[in-house]
């Protein structure tokens, strides 16, 4: 099998998640194991991304406990880190299982833009890739030691977003 590469989706636009989803349908199209593993996103209702990959056998874990101050206020620091920290090991063991083929860490880089991991996590990530493993970071606020790292860079940069005139997300078309 094909050396695996490491992809980088990045920036402040709209399509990193939806991006890396498209891949992963890609994927799993041509018989690849897939797995989404999904950080910040605890508290968000199932998006369409997550019901449809499901349907095509594509495996999709979202770490519960684990949502953005941006979007909830009360959430207490230091019990996101420790969860996040749990889901990195997770995500190691996964990676290591040699099972699959694509897989994709979703909000990883604004884990690591907000201190909420460091760059040896990502590391430690990247060092547990099997060579054909296909490894994919989505995610505001990528560090430059990531991009460096990566074969693939792509950032998504807003030039216009109907949020700014207060159109709320709409149900499958933002998530």
Same mark, same amino acid.
Not at 47 to 75: A, H, M, N, R, Y
């Given at each position: 099998?094909?050396?695996?590469?490491?992809?980088?989706?990045?920036?402040?636009?709209?399509?990193?998640?939806?991006?890396?989803?498209?891949?992963?349908? !890609?994927?799993?199209?041509?018989? !690849? /194991?897939? =797995?989404?593993?999904? *950080?910040?996103?605890? !508290?968000?209702?199932?998006?369409?991304?997550?019901? &449809?990959? %499901?349907?095509?056998?594509?495996?999709?874990?979202?770490?519960?406990?684990?949502?953005?101050?941006?979007?909830?206020?009360?959430?207490?620091?230091?019990?996101?880190? /420790?969860?996040?920290?749990?889901?990195?090991?997770? &995500?190691? +063991?996964?990676?290591?299982?040699?099972?699959?083929?694509?897989?994709?860490?979703?909000?990883?880089?604004?884990? =690591? &833009?907000? /201190?909420?991991?460091?760059?040896?996590?990502?590391?430690?990530?990247?060092?547990?890739?099997?060579? &054909? =493993?296909?490894?994919? *970071?989505?995610? !505001?606020?990528?560090?430059? %030691?990531?991009?460096?790292?990566?074969?693939?860079?792509? %950032?998504? +940069?807003?030039?216009?977003?109907? *949020?700014?005139?207060?159109?709320?997300?709409?149900?499958?078309?933002?998530?």
């Amino acid at each position: 099998m094909a050396k695996g590469l490491i992809h980088v989706y990045t920036g402040d636009g709209k399509g990193k998640t939806t991006a890396a989803f498209g891949l992963a349908k !890609r994927a799993a199209g041509h018989g !690849r /194991n897939v =797995l989404i593993l999904q *950080f910040l996103k605890g !508290r968000t209702k199932d998006s369409g991304e997550i019901i &449809s990959s %499901e349907k095509t056998g594509i495996k999709v874990v979202k770490f519960e406990d684990q949502t953005t101050p941006l979007f909830d206020p009360v959430v207490k620091l230091p019990e996101l880190k /420790n969860s996040i920290k749990k889901a990195v090991t997770y &995500s190691i +063991k996964e990676i290591k299982s040699g099972i699959y083929d694509l897989v994709i860490l979703d909000e990883f880089n604004t884990v =690591l &833009s907000c /201190n909420y991991a460091t760059m040896k996590d990502a590391e430690k990530i990247i060092g547990a890739k099997p060579d &054909s =493993l296909e490894l994919v *970071f989505t995610g !505001r606020g990528a560090p430059k %030691e990531l991009i460096e790292i990566a074969d693939y860079v792509t %950032e998504m +940069k807003m030039i216009k977003h109907p *949020f700014e005139k207060g159109v709320k997300a709409r149900k499958g078309i933002e998530f």
